[in-house]
């Protein structure tokens, strides 16, 4: 018998079945991000997650302060974090959930408060200069009356064909949006790191790849890739291909010594470890959140605005976190963190995620090959661990995530969870079921089947009269359950049902501005595809399609511009748009 509409669901159902009668589940908790380094006076939002109980609300609190204080910083109800504004000693603090259904279950996250990264990035370089670096087109500027407004971003790596030597970049960094024309100055930094100026130039607009000019976000044209390269002039440009802190460590914190890529490409995968060297945000590391992605990603034409237009890629990578990258950071290579072999050339991104091409579509793309058909290849050396920055940054959470869910919602999930009770348990693999929130969608209820140990990725459904279900094995901790890796197999099969609507749902729905092949958070082990949705329009998703589970994440819209720009400092007025 219910007291409430919280109780989630038959008193039964709250019971580990087994012999010997039954204990129950205890309460469990982890926070998200586990470490994370922050600017003074910045920003970052933690999520807790709650299992085994209804209540999943949380106190925070800083160093064991409630809400925290002025010295070490404050946390509001959603899990806000915001850092003091000058650095405290020492330069960490604990930022730690206390479960309210059981105060003696807490989960803590490590803050480091320290001056923001990408600063040795934007700086002007002695010559031959290192990549990673700020840089770009030097005639990347607008003039409208008595203001000036000028543009930069990451001169990415370095690639060689034929035997020449060039700097690879994205073609809104070196070649203007198709504005420019081959033979125009490549300088470092860029204009916005060198007060509009042009400063030294270090390469010459070779070749790029066309962007297709003239689609809307409800009919974008269909593009390649975002790519352009730029013969180094001799001198100018460290031969060995060395990026800016992707090498061994330095007496600087979280700022090692440069060093070249690996010489050799590696593929994405779902959850491979990545990182990047860019002029706004510096050394980062995430992980690879999305495969096989459709994005429609919005541009313009000038560094001014412009007239924009947006472009549809295929087969795109998407890496999680907000702190990934930044605008400015366009143009970056992102390599294996444990290999530094390249993944990816970052283009864009949103307030939660960066974008990128795939390495080998880049290299083997027709327009950056010569008349004889020669391609570029990555110019690097052995492969080597990457020094992600400790703590690392990692992916903020969404502040929906964490609020409680609607009572509606909860009802709705329980009495859903009430009818499929005596069924779910009657199964001798289910040892409790509760009810709880979905991970693939924020802010939606969900049936949590308690598995006795992790099964195989379909055995249980998506959902349930309408409800998703999550499964949790008991055994497993909350750090084990988001490390289990999904299989080849199981990708290729959502793959196979993402190609098949992907298209459909980007131009029948609005909201939606991408499609990809992720984990489910709700089913460990399992495929889904995932919908990028605008937060600011209105779109109720399907829970499955085909089979496959739907995982949702609202941001705003990826773009190869302006993105992040609240986390960057500003240089002047200038416009920071890459």
């Not at 509409?5 to 019971?15: C, D, G, K, N, S």
């Not at 300088?187 to 689609?215: I, M, R, W």
């Not at 060297?277 to 459709?294: D, E, Y």
């Not at 308690?450 to 195989?456: A, E, F, H, I, R």
Request: hydrophobic residues 35%; contains cysteine; aromatic residues 4%.
């Amino acid at each position: 018998m219910r007291r409430g509409w919280w109780v989630p669901v038959m008193a039964t159902a709250l019971l580990l079945t087994g012999c010997g009668g039954g204990s129950s589940v205890p309460v469990a908790i982890s926070v998200s991000p586990k470490t994370v380094t922050l600017s003074p006076g910045a920003s970052q939002t933690f999520k807790a997650t709650v299992t085994n109980t209804s209540n999943v609300s949380v106190t925070w609190q800083v160093n064991s302060t409630p809400g925290g204080s002025a010295k070490v910083g404050t946390i509001n109800v959603f899990g806000v974090y915001t850092a003091p504004i000058s650095e405290p000693t020492p330069p960490t603090v604990n930022v730690t959930a206390v479960s309210q259904a059981d105060a003696t279950k807490s989960a803590t996250a490590l803050v480091t408060i320290a001056q923001p990264s990408g600063a040795g990035n934007q700086q002007a370089q002695s010559l031959p200069i290192k990549l990673g670096t700020s840089g770009g087109d030097s005639l990347d500027l607008t003039k409208s009356g008595n203001t000036i407004t000028c543009c930069s971003g990451t001169l990415g790596s370095l690639v060689q064909r034929a035997g020449t030597l060039y700097v690879l970049s994205n073609n809104h960094v070196l070649a203007r949006s198709n504005q420019a024309k081959p033979g125009e100055p490549v300088s470092q930094p860029g204009l916005v790191d060198s007060n509009c100026t042009p400063a030294t130039p270090v390469a010459n607009l070779s070749q790029f790849v066309q962007l297709p000019q003239g689609g809307t976000s409800t009919a974008p044209k269909t593009g390649t890739v975002d790519a352009a390269i730029a013969q180094i002039i001799s001198g100018a440009v460290d031969t060995s291909g060395s990026i800016l802190e992707l090498g061994t460590a330095s007496s600087t914190p979280n700022a090692p010594n440069p060093a070249p890529p690996a010489s050799t490409t590696v593929a994405p995968a779902i959850g491979m470890g990545v990182a990047k060297a860019g002029r706004s945000s510096g050394l980062t590391c995430s992980s690879i959140s999305s495969v096989n992605t459709i994005v429609d990603i919005d541009y313009s034409t000038s560094c001014s605005g412009g007239t924009s237009f947006t472009v549809e890629f295929g087969n795109q990578i998407v890496i999680s976190g907000g702190n990934f990258s930044a605008a400015g950071d366009s143009g970056s290579l992102v390599v294996n963190t444990s290999t530094a072999q390249p993944v990816g050339l970052l283009y864009g991104g949103d307030s939660t995620s960066t974008v990128a091409n795939p390495i080998n579509t880049v290299l083997n793309d027709p327009g950056l090959a010569d008349s004889n058909g020669n391609h570029p290849t990555i110019v690097g050396g052995a492969q080597h661990p990457i020094l992600c920055p400790k703590p690392g940054a990692a992916a903020p959470a969404s502040a929906q995530a964490t609020a409680p869910l609607a009572a509606t919602e909860l009802a709705r999930a329980t009495e859903v969870a009430d009818r499929h009770a005596s069924r779910l348990l009657a199964n001798p693999a289910v040892a409790g079921i509760v009810v709880g929130r979905s991970q693939d969608e924020p802010g939606k209820g969900a049936v949590v089947i308690y598995v006795k140990s992790l099964p195989n990725p379909g055995t249980f459904p998506a959902q349930l009269d309408g409800v998703r279900t999550r499964i949790m094995p008991v055994s497993a901790s909350a750090s084990a359950v988001e490390s289990v890796a999904v299989a080849e197999a199981e990708v290729a099969r959502v793959t196979a049902i993402k190609e098949q609507h992907a298209e459909q749902l980007l131009r029948e729905n609005p909201a939606i501005f991408g499609v990809g092949v992720g984990a489910s958070e709700d089913s460990p082990g399992e495929a889904a595809v995932i919908l990028f949705v605008d937060q600011d329009m209105s779109y109720r998703p399907p829970i499955a399609l085909d089979g496959a589970r739907i995982k949702v994440r609202r941001s705003d819209r990826f773009r190869a511009w302006g993105w992040n720009e609240r986390q960057q400092p500003r240089a002047c007025s200038l416009n920071k748009r890459r």
